[in-house]
Every structure is written in C-alpha cells, then in structure tokens.
C-alpha cells in the first residue's frame, strides 16, 4: 500500500532520526510513504484568528500538492504539521467563504476542496497492530512512558484517540513486546515555542513531565512530536542545572521503537 | 507625431501613452520601459547597469489599465505598453548578513541562523509571481528554511539581485542575500571539488605558462583577436 | 462595549459573555505557574475593557496546547482570546521578540512557530 507523505521541515533536520526510523518501519508493515514532489513549511501552529487565512496558505498549498500527486490520505509525523494540515483540511471542507478568498488569492492554483484526508501514523498503525505484532524480532523489554502532548488530542476535532486519554500509542508499545507506566500527564503540554522567548517555562513543563513518568517507573519517554522531543530530551541538562538532583529519562519517537523491535539495523 | 524617413515621406510612428511617477507622455511604442524613460527625459544616474537583462540593476513595478495585478520586470527588457503606470525601484533596502565563508560550516541551520526571518514565509508566493527571472523563489526560500543547501543554491542559480521579490514580501524576507549565501556554502562546501582546476591553478603558479604570457602581452589586439578565435574549444561533457 | 472586548471578540469569534469564571481553564493550564493573570482573570478584564491586559505576560506564555478550550463547560475556546490579544499588538507592528536575538541552532519547528506566534 502507498500513501502520500508530508516530512515537514524538521523531519528533514533535527529529527531526520524520526524520518527515516518511520519510513523503514512501515516499509516492514507494507505501507510505502511516498514524500510529496513538492511540499512548504505548513507554519507549524495554526493561526487562531478568525480573519488570518495568510498563515493557512502554506497548508493549503500543500494539499493541493498532495491531490495533484493523486494522493486520497496524506500521512503527516510531526504532531504540529498533523495538526495544522488537518485543522487547515476541515476549514477547507466547512468553511466556504474561506476558500473561496484563499482560492482567488492563489490564482496560479487549482482551487481546493478538502477532499486529501490527514492522518497521523499513529492512526494508520491502529489497523495494522496484527501485523506488527507479527513482525517483532526483539521485544521490547523496558518500560515506557507514552506522551502524546497537545496536537495529536486538541482541538477535539482533530484528536486521533480519546482526548483525556489516548492509548494508541501504548497498544502500539505492548504490541511491540514493551511495557507502559501510568502517566497523567502524557497530555500535558511540553511549552511548545516558549522555548525561542521564555525557556525557563519549557524546564518547569520537562520537570514536571520527566519526573512524573520517572515516579510511575517509566524507563524511556515516547514521543511523535520533534518540539516536544526537543523540549524533552535536549532541555534536560538546563532542567539539571536548576534542579541538581533531576535524573532525566531518555526521549524516542514512536518509530524508533518500531524499528528496534523489528531488528532493522539503521546506518550511522 | 511624425518623422521624415530617408526618401522624404511622412511617416506616423506610433505613440503609446505612458505614466511615469503619475505623469503622462507619449513614447513611442516598441521602446523598452528604460530607453522610453529616456524618451520622456529621464536622465539614468543609478537604476541602469548592463541594460541587457543580466545586472538587476533596473527594476521597476508597473500596472496596466483595467488589470489589478501588480507587475514587476526589468525596464531593460520589458516593452512599454499603452496606459502602463510605472515606476523604478532601483534600491531594495536590506540587510545582509556578516559572515566570514572560511569560518562558518554548511549544515541545516546555517541559513535560517543568518536570516531567521525566511521562518516567517507563509508561501503566499508573491515572490515568485514578482520574479522577472522566472525563478521558483518560495521554493528556494523553503529549501532554505529546511536547510537545503543544495538545492537552494541550484533553484536561485540565474538571480540577478534586483531586489523585486524583498520588496513584494510579505514576511520582509530579503530572499535573493539568503540565496547568494547559499551558492556560497555550496560553491565551497557541498559542490564537487574539479580536480583539474586544483591541477591547472598548480601549474599557473609554478610558472608553466609564465612565457606564453609574456608572449601574449606584447601582441596586438588583432593578433589576439586571431588568437581568440582559433583557440582549441574542448567538446561539452554531458 | 468597550473596543477592547469587542476587538476581541472580532478576532477570536468567542463569545466572551459565555464564561461564567468557573476557573476550570486555569486549574488545567500547564503553563498557568508562569502566567501573571490566570486564564479566567484574562477573560474577566477584556469584558471590563481593563486594557492591561494587552501589557500582561500571560497572553504570550500561552502555548496554545487547547487543553483549557477542551475542558471549558462553556465551549469558549481561550486559546483564541490570547491569540487576539497577542494580535492586538503584532498588527500594529509591536513585535514580542526580535528574532536575531533567538537563540541559535533551534529546531526549524521552534523558530517558525515563534514567528507566527510572536511576530507581526
């Protein structure tokens, strides 16, 4: 099976290891993602405000890409570009008046009407738990922490499992021979761009979030977010100069589990 | 308007009404935007270099009746039409970055660590459709933003610098000094070194074709033009 | 009604009136500690035209994580009130960074949303 696929800007940078852990996982589960010919920053976190239809350009833009390259379901990783495209695709197909200025004012376009469907690959995997299970060579022996964040559950329209409490990710882990802990706050928000202006939000939210999967005994973190694997695993040694006696956990993407239990050997 | 042609005969050349900075003339038509400037009296003082399409130097936005667009083009190379409102932008102000090319490295975050605003692009595309050199510049903008290098460099090859798409961005970003940055780090980091030009320029400096420079140096312009022209032309690779 | 409020409601397209200041939002923000006005307390000073509101921190440590907008018995979605807020002062050219002065080497993901959230 093919479906399209949108890496985003920092699937490309600093969570390549995201990228290419996906791709060769569900190459083992027989889906093959094909990138975009083309594709532009969706502009991460969707614009609030009623009149902005400038900051939901580039979504659009891209699923008109995805259409062109006879793409039905567009799979996007990274929680924020899941997010934005999805948000973006139901203004697409709700909202008229909307697209109807957006369609005029990219005039070199194909007008749009919302018929790409987003989804996340957390969602894809639900259906394919059967085979993955099937495919594991090394279970997973640890115990893991499943943090979804914000942008997978919130707005409730575009929540890919029970927003309060999702447990996709926790059937993908016990699918693939690990553990999962208890954790309330897996859907508690890491401070997402604080992190550019006013850091010292983001080390109390990875106090917080590290040292309460820690508490409920978690070995690792698991993440589909690369701001929230950043604000996780890289702030870590800020959080320690603030808290010495802080033990961090380490951060994995969901896919890197995937690939560790199939026994596929990633270069470099 | 009449001239005389050479047999004596009037001859009607026909006139097109322009507007340049809001004021009428007549030009006549089949000028370029620059020669018809001159036309109407206009005196080039900066805003015109090679005035054939290659320095950027004469960048001017212009509409024309009954079209909302707004275009942009080099007046070098661009044909005055009837009821066109124009004017030169011969300066884009905009800050280039300082940096020292031996010492900065070509990885995913240099461009967007020396321009941060290409972080603001929202991919209206309005650069694009302000291109005179036909260049795909969102795109190279958002090969920039996710810090490809290569193919930032390759998509903004043929930039001449005019300045139209800084001037038409809505996210302020000054796209063509980012470009240039990255022809830069590709030029000396990314790009395949030629190993024969390393060969070639080792030679220059042992002096292996010192005499036939001094050679050279005493011919005349017709003995080097002989020269030029019967040179050896190696057959183009593919 | 005063500009402010109806500023707001302009941009957010939030009925402001709906909230009856049960407090649940602020009880579940995760970045309420670092706030200087509870969620609520930024509702409650729009509808009171109390244009301090546009000066406070806390529009701007907003993460837009939805978690308040959720969990609101109301459905008012307050992500969209701080948004308007920021806005209030981003379309007038006022930006809440300068973003030479962002710290280098960020994630791409990090750089962008700062610019959308914290520049005009």
Known sequence: MEMGYYPGCTLKTNAKVFEDSLLKAFEKIGIKLKELNKWYCCGTVYSLATDNLMYRLAAIRNLIRAKEDGHEKLVAPCSICYNTL?????????????????????????????????????????????????????????KYAAYYGCLLLRPKEIAIDEHENPSIMERLIEALGGSVVNFPLKNECCGSYNVASNKEAVIDANYRIITNARRNGADAIVTSCPLCHFNLKEMQKEVKKVHPEFAGLPVYYFSELMVEAFGIEMEG | ???????????????????????????????????????????????????????????????????????????????????????QLPFTPANKAIYDMDKIE???????????????????NTCTKACPQELDVMDYIQASLRGDIAKAAE????????????????????H??????????????????????????????????????????????????????????????? | MNWLLSKVEELSGENLYACYQCGKCSAGCPM???????????????????????????????????QCGVRCPREVDIAKIMEAIRLIKLRKNIDHIKLENVEKNLPQIAIVSATRKYTG
């Open chain 2, 106 to 124: 070509a990885d995913d975050k240099t461009l967007v660590n020396f321009y941060p605003e290409i972080a603001r692009c929202v991919s209206c």
């Open chain 2, 1 to 87: 308007m009449a001239r005389k042609s050479k047999k004596g005969e009037k001859q009607e050349m026909e006139m097109v009404r322009i507007y340049i900075m809001g004021k009428e003339y007549k030009v006549p038509a089949g000028l370029t935007i620059m020669k018809a400037m001159e036309y109407a009296g206009y005196r080039y003082i900066r805003g015109a270099g090679c005035r054939a399409g290659f320095c950027g130097a004469c960048a001017t936005v212009y509409r024309k009746e009954g079209d909302y667009k707004l275009h942009a083009d080099l007046a070098c190379q661009t044909t005055v039409e009837d009821g066109m409102w124009l004017v």
């Open chain 3, 32 to 66: 309420v500690e670092e706030m200087d006005l509870l969620p609520n307390q930024v509702i409650l000073l729009v509808k009171l035209g109390d244009e301090s509101v546009v000066e406070a921190k806390s529009p701007w440590v907003c993460a837009q994580c939805y």
């Open chain 2, 155 to 174: 998509l903004s090859f043929d930039c001449i610098q005019c300045g139209l798409c800084a001037m038409r961005c809505p996210a302020e970003i000054a």
């Open chain 1, 86 to 142: 999805k948000q973006a695709n139901l203004m697409a197909k709700s909202d008229e008046e909307a697209m109807s200025k957006i369609n005029a004012f990219m005039d070199e376009e194909p007008d749009y009407d919302g018929s790409v469907s987003v989804i996340h690959p957390l969602e894809v995997i639900e259906a394919k738990l059967q085979e993955i299970k099937a495919a594991v060579k090394k279970p997973l022996g640890k």
């Open chain 2, 176 to 238: 063509y000094h980012v470009a240039q940055l990255a022809r830069r780090l590709y030029g000396k980091y990314i790009a395949p070194k030629a190993r024969h030009l390393e060969e070639r320029v080792k030679e220059i400096e042992e002096g292996k074709f010192d005499e036939e420079m001094k050679k050279m140096m005493k011919m005349s312009v017709t003995q080097l033009r002989k020269l030029y022209n019967a040179r050896d032309i190696e057959p183009e690779e593919d």
